[in-house]
């Protein structure tokens, strides 16, 4: 699982949190943080966004098919497919 966090208050530079939310943990994060794994993760959930054709043109929508699950289903209204692209765009750019 994971949130965005305002890096050093600043909430124009966020941070990526990623945390295992199974009690105990179950190592998920530490296999991401090796090697080029948060990478291509971070590509492959670009892609899964990018697919998507939901919120039509501008993207301004998510369904189950992208960004929602049920457990963030009290976020679904303000879940923004165009924004998780251009965020994660800029991650894969640099």
Do not use: W
Request: proline share 3%; net charge positive; hydrophobic share 30%.
């Amino acid at each position: 699982n994971g949130t965005l966090f305002p890096y050093n208050g600043n909430k124009l530079s966020p941070a990526i949190v990623l945390f295992d939310d199974v009690p105990g943990g179950a190592g998920h994060v530490k296999r991401i943080a090796e090697g080029n794994n948060l990478q291509n993760v971070i590509s492959r959930a670009l892609q899964i966004a990018g697919r998507c054709e939901c919120g039509g043109e501008q993207a301004n929508s998510s369904c189950y098919g992208c960004l929602r699950s049920y457990s963030n289903q009290y976020c679904h209204d303000i879940l923004n497919r165009g924004y998780v692209i251009d965020f994660l765009g800029k991650l894969v750019s640099k």
